[in-house]
C-alpha cells in the first residue's frame, strides 16, 4: 500500500532553513509526480510546490518562490522540500503528496501524515 512519511519539521527562527524529506513506498516512485502542500492553523490547504516524476520540472506557489526547493531522488524513493529564508507565515503542517500522474496536474491521491514546521524567535 501507499506510503508517505515525513520528517525534518520543527522550529526555526526567522531568516533560517530546514530541509524536509519525503520516504515513499508502496508504489513505483519515479513514475509519479510529487508534490507538497501545507495547512497553516485556522487556514485552507494551500499547494506549496511539485516536481516531475523524472525530476525534469518544478513548481512553486508565489508565496515560497525564491526560497524554497524541491527535489527527489528516485534511487531513494525520496522527495525534499529544502526551505530558506523563513518567514513566521511559513508555520504550519507541511504534508507530502503523490500525484496520480508522471507530469503533475497537481491533485494528489495519496497524502502523507504531515510534518509540523515552526518559524518563531
Known amino acids: 500500500q501507499v506510503q508517505l512519511v515525513e520528517s525534518g519539521g520543527g522550529l526555526a527562527q526567522p531568516g533560517g532553513s530546514l530541509r524536509l524529506s519525503c520516504a515513499a513506498s508502496?508504489?513505483?516512485?519515479?513514475?509519479?509526480?510529487m508534490s507538497w502542500a501545507r495547512q497553516a492553523p485556522g487556514k485552507g490547504l494551500e499547494w506549496v510546490s511539485g516536481?516531475?516524476?523524472?525530476?525534469?520540472?518544478?513548481y512553486y506557489a508565489d508565496s515560497v518562490k525564491g526560497r524554497f526547493t524541491i527535489s527527489r531522488d528516485n534511487a531513494k524513493n525520496t522527495v525534499y522540500l529544502q526551505m530558506n529564508s523563513l518567514k513566521p507565515e511559513d508555520t504550519a503542517l507541511y504534508y507530502c503528496?503523490?500525484?496520480?500522474?508522471?507530469?503533475?496536474?497537481?491533485?494528489?491521491?495519496?497524502w502523507g501524515q504531515g510534518t509540523q514546521v515552526t518559524v518563531s524567535s
Open positions: 508502496g508504489f513505483t516512485f519515479s513514475s509519479y509526480a
Open positions: 503528496a503523490k500525484d496520480p500522474t508522471g507530469w503533475g496536474n497537481w491533485l494528489p491521491d495519496y
Open positions: 516536481i516531475y516524476s523524472d525530476g525534469s520540472d518544478t
